[in-house]
């Protein structure tokens, strides 16, 4: 019909030149990232045809990951031959991880609502602490446990208390809205499609959002244990503890002893973090991940309330979160807290497993 | 004739002429996509076999009715919703497949700006850089502030993004795609929601940056915008490509469409006659208005004719068929939404 005018393009150059540049620079980044790229980038073609979708999505991240790697780790080849790759470089990928990490934690933290949560979580052992101070332990009718009436004798053990009846719901809430929030949230508001082409990488954004929530987890854990800690101190007596198992241990190793159980709790909820982020991955709506969460949560004790589903006991996470007994004998029994850690990490590899498989192969439409 | 190799889709190519994007040679394109089709869940086909072929160095304006896919396909380009067939070539590297490596020489609006309420303009802007793996955080506080200033929003940089107002928005949003040295923006709809001035104000900016030498795809509906700041053009109409080329190549489609002069004046028949007695054809009278084919004659003796004969000239204009009426014609209904 017309004519063709091959226009030619004439105003380049610079651009082209400078471009080359943050090519080589790339290469050295996307190395630190091959490990879980190409290893995620296989099962992404497993994942995505479940979905009945292509797997572009996996592919766009680990294919270019692995073939820019393998030149940004030796040499980068330039008109002039090859030049090697200062250690700074090849430094470049982890250090663009912290930062991402750094900007998804200073969100998190900066974010008015989890600030609230947090001084929720840390008001809450202060009204314990009253409550056992003015009326004593709820002993009475059977409730009290061995702990609970030695929180009058050591205020340590009002940390135990505490974090025994948080992790029933509160802590497991917490972790639920900043978990369901953290793909589905930021896919409703479209700023997901934003990280994802600045590039920040599929499997490198969900990665970098899950280590965020176990940070966010081990905050409100320590949150808890540190305020529960202080009004334990000023509001009972302080000395050396009488375990359970009946030997004494001194304050200090005692505190030590609470680090063990944050750290045990935060596993526990970084489990409850990884079923809340695959949730959260397949929707749109973040309440909807957070409430799918706490629904979750609620039925799974419903279910070990049941005597005659013990059976069903040990795959529920829920019946793992309070296993943290251990720390009060001598030497700490860790049977049922390793046990505990293992189902931990069997929810962390399948649901972590069922967010990826979505997430990289989802097509961002918000 | 269109297809000949290495020539990088200069020619107007209509639905009914064979497509020529399929052997562009990539090196010169910016963008280059083969069949690229996308079928949605539900089996609404919103792209139907794109082959596009974006030169180098060009301002691309990528103009389709609402719903005819050109979001849709600024999504595929970037790696956000896998096509379900086809192909594509960002900056000479064939997708997705590369999208770490292409993706932070390039920057993107898709579909209006997205950005977190509770945080200020700057410390968005430093989200989105911190996103990338390969922004230098040394250099990140100078690059937001140039990109604020360019974009004119330097004075409001501190401002929570939730007491922006739409303009600001969008500015805030174009801001994020200059974050560092781009080849290639992507700019779906990027005037939406500006002021007269700020839509000016864009297509400066959009001059400029192509100037440097970087590549500028552009979707709009706005005929008139894509008319002052595009060197090329393609029309979409219900996920296909009826047309593409040089917009030079578009302005010579309609010169064979007649010129036609138009006479306000209150004595339209004595006007008519006049035009009759110059030999003009297809005189129409309109309402304090007569119109005719310009044919050969010069305007400046119509003037003088109708003066002469003593008829009141209120004014007088040459009209040219505008590119509205060109992409009318390709786009069928017109600008309407399609299924
Ligand atoms: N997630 C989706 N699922 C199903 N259909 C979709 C989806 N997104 C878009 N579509 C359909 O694809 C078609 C193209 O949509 P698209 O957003 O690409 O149009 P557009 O050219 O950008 O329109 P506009 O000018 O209004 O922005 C439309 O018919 C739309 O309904
Ligand atoms: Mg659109």
Same mark, same amino acid.
């Given at each position: ?47 995505? =045809? ?61 974010? $008015? ?126 000395? $050396? ?82 296993? &943290? ?42 | ?111 209006? $700006? ?25 250099? =990140? ?9 360019r974009v004119g929003l330097?004075a409001a =940089? ?7 107002s739409l303009g600001m928005?969008q500015r805030?949003?174009i ?15 990027p005037t939406n929601g500006l002021d007269p001035q700020g839509t000016r104000e864009v297509r400066g900016l959009v ?9 500028? &795809?552009?979707?709009?509906?706005l005929?008139a915008e894509?008319?002052h ?111």
């Amino acid at each position: 019909m017309s004519t063709v005018s091959g226009e030619p393009i004439t105003r380049r150059g610079a651009g082209r030149g400078a471009g080359e540049d943050v090519n080589g620079d790339v290469g050295g980044a996307a190395d630190g990232d091959t490990g879980v790229g190409a290893a995620a980038d296989r099962s992404a073609g497993v994942g995505g =045809a479940a979905d009945g979708d292509t797997g572009v999505g996996a592919a766009a991240d680990g294919g270019a990951g692995v073939g820019a790697g393998i030149v940004g780790a030796g040499a980068v080849r330039t008109a002039g031959g090859v030049r090697t790759v200062s250690p700074a470089r090849v430094m470049g990928a982890p250090r663009a991880w912290l930062r991402l990490l750094g900007s998804e934690v200073g969100l998190t933290f900066r974010r $008015p609502r989890n600030i609230v949560m947090l001084a929720v979580l840390a008001l809450v052992p202060v009204l314990i602490g009253i409550a056992l101070r003015t009326f004593g332990g709820p002993g009475g009718g059977g409730g009290g446990t061995a702990i609970f009436e030695q929180v009058t004798g050591n205020g340590l053990f009002l940390t135990f208390v505490a974090l025994s009846l948080l992790v029933q719901l509160l802590l497991p809430v917490s972790v639920a809205v900043v978990a369901g929030d953290s793909v589905a949230g930021e896919a409703g508001i479209g700023t997901l499609r934003y990280l994802l082409v600045a590039p920040a990488g599929r499997t490198r954004l969900l990665a970098v959002k899950y280590a965020n929530v176990v940070v966010f987890c081990l905050a409100a854990v320590t949150v808890v244990a540190l305020s529960s800690l202080l009004v334990g101190l000023m509001l009972f007596p302080a000395g $050396p503890i009488t375990l359970l198992s009946g030997g004494t241990i001194s304050l200090l190793e005692g505190v030590l002893r609470i680090g063990l159980v944050v750290l045990y709790v935060t596993a526990g909820m970084a489990a409850l973090a990884a079923v809340s982020m695959a949730l959260s991955t397949l929707t749109e709506v973040a309440i909807g991940a957070v409430a799918g969460t706490v629904v979750l949560v609620i039925v799974a004790q419903v279910l070990g309330a049941f005597p005659q589903l013990s059976a069903l006991q040990p795959y529920l996470l829920t019946s793992w979160w309070n296993g &943290f007994d251990g720390v009060l004998r001598d030497p700490v029994a860790t049977g049922e807290m390793g046990q505990g850690l293992l189902a931990f990490a069997a929810y962390v590899v399948v649901f972590g497993s069922v967010a990826w498989a979505r997430f990289t192969s989802k097509d961002i439409t918000c | 004739m269109s297809g000949m190799p290495g020539h990088t889709g200069g020619a107007v190519l209509t639905a009914d002429e064979p497509s020529a994007a399929g052997t562009a040679s990539a090196g010169d394109c910016s963008i280059v996509t083969r069949g690229l089709t996308k079928r949605f869940q539900g089996g609404q086909v919103a792209v139907n076999s794109l082959d596009l072929a974006v030169p180098r160095g060009s301002v691309f304006g990528f103009l389709g009715p609402n719903g005819s896919g050109k979001t849709t396909t600024i999504r595929m380009l970037l790696g956000l919703v896998a096509p379900t067939s086809g192909s594509w070539e960002l900056l000479g590297t064939p997708m997705p497949a590369g999208v770490s490596g292409v993706l932070p020489r390039v920057g993107a609006l898709v579909e209006g $700006p997205a950005f977190y309420p509770y945080l200020s303009g700057e410390a968005n802007l430093r989200r989105y850089d911190a996103a990338g793996p390969s922004a230098d955080p040394r250099t =990140a506080g100078m690059r937001i502030g140039l990109a604020l200033e360019r974009v004119g929003l330097a004075a409001a =940089a501190r401002k929570r993004y939730r007491a922006y107002s739409l303009g600001m928005r969008q500015r805030l949003a174009i801001a994020a795609t200059l974050l560092g040295p781009r080849e290639l923006l992507i700019l779906d709809e990027p005037t939406n929601g500006l002021d007269p001035q700020g839509t000016r104000e864009v297509r400066g900016l959009v001059k400029e940056i192509a100037a440097e030498g970087t590549t500028v &795809f552009v979707s709009s509906h706005l005929l008139a915008e894509v008319e002052h700041m595009c060197s090329h053009v393609a029309v979409m109409r219900t996920g296909r490509l009826v047309a593409q080329g040089p917009i030079a190549e578009f302005r010579e489609l309609r010169a064979g469409e007649a010129v036609r002069i138009r006479v306000e004046s209150p004595d339209t028949a004595e006007a008519a006659a006049v035009l009759a007695a110059l030999g003009l054809d297809e005189i129409r009278l309109g309402d304090a208005e007569v119109s005719a084919e310009l044919g050969a004659e010069a305007p400046e003796r119509i003037c003088a004719a109708l003066v002469a004969d003593g008829v009141a000239v209120r004014g007088l204009a040459v009209q040219r068929p505008s590119l509205e009426d060109v992409f009318v014609g390709l786009t069928g209904k017109g600008f309407d939404v399609d299924g």
